[in-house]
Every structure is written in C-alpha cells, then in structure tokens.
C-alpha cells in the first residue's frame, strides 16, 4: 500500500559497542531508530517512516478505534516488506562499561509506536475523504493475527 514511495537510500552504519558481550551491529538504511536526537531523526528509515506516517494519518484518523490497529499494521508492513526489510530497532544503552547494543522491537512494540506515531498530531487533522477503505488494505485477516 504505502510501498510505492521513492526514496534515497545512503550506505549502511556500523555501530560498535563498548561492551565486550557485544558485537558490531550493523544499522541499514530501511531500519527505523527509536530514540531522540538527530542520529534517529535523519536516519534514511525514519525519514521514510515519517512520510509513511503522514500518508496514512487521514486513514488512521477517519477510522472507527477498532480498525486504528489496521493503519498502524499497514505502515509496520511496509517497512518491513522493503529491500532489505526494515527493522524497528531501540538502543539498549544500559551496559557495564557504557556502550550500546541495538536491540529489534518485537511486532507488538513495533506497531504500538506506530499507533503512537499516527496519533501525534492528530488533533489539527482533518478526514479528506481521500482514505481507502479497510477492504483495499486487505489486512483484516491480519487483525486476528495481531495481538496488541
């Protein structure tokens, strides 16, 4: 659904943790960063997240709370349906030495911050009429499987 939306994809990161428990992880350019500061919020995957996101707020906005769960497993879809696959990655910065690992979110962790992501914001904005409706996401099946 929200697949279809070109953009620029900058080599991998490598990052290395202090910790001698750890190994490199390597960061790729799809992987959404959770956290703050402008290492997550320029990252080429959250900059595609963000613009996922804003696509899909009206629909996220005009559906019943029932359905909400449908938009947000939409978005997580298409992050993970990219090539390479994005992963929702949070940095575990509590290690004996101060270094840091990345750690993958699990789906449930995953599609709540998007539901939380969609939500934001939500007050000034307005149904346009322009959201498909539940049927073209086909992803009702999915609502079963999801077990937010």
């Not at 709370?65 to 696959?85: M, R």
Request: aromatic content about 6%; charged content about 25%; some cysteine.
């Amino acid at each position: 659904m929200f697949t279809s939306l070109t953009r620029k994809v900058t080599p991998p990161l490598t990052v290395s943790s202090t910790s001698a428990s750890s190994c490199d992880f390597e960061i790729l350019p799809n992987d959404v960063l959770s956290g703050r500061g402008n290492a997550s919020k320029k990252h080429d995957g959250n900059v595609h997240f963000r613009t996922l996101v804003q696509a899909a707020r009206d629909c996220y906005v005009g559906f019943p709370p029932s359905k909400k769960i449908l938009v947000s497993q939409a978005v997580y879809d298409a992050i993970k349906c990219l090539e390479p696959p994005g992963r929702f990655l949070k940095e575990n910065t509590m290690l004996i030495g101060g270094g840091s690992t990345w750690e993958e979110l699990s789906e449930k962790e995953a599609v709540s911050k998007t539901s939380q992501a969609l939500r934001e914001g939500q007050p000034g904005v307005k149904r346009s009429g322009a959201c498909p409706t539940i049927r073209d996401y086909e992803l009702e099946p999915r609502l079963n499987e999801i077990k937010v």
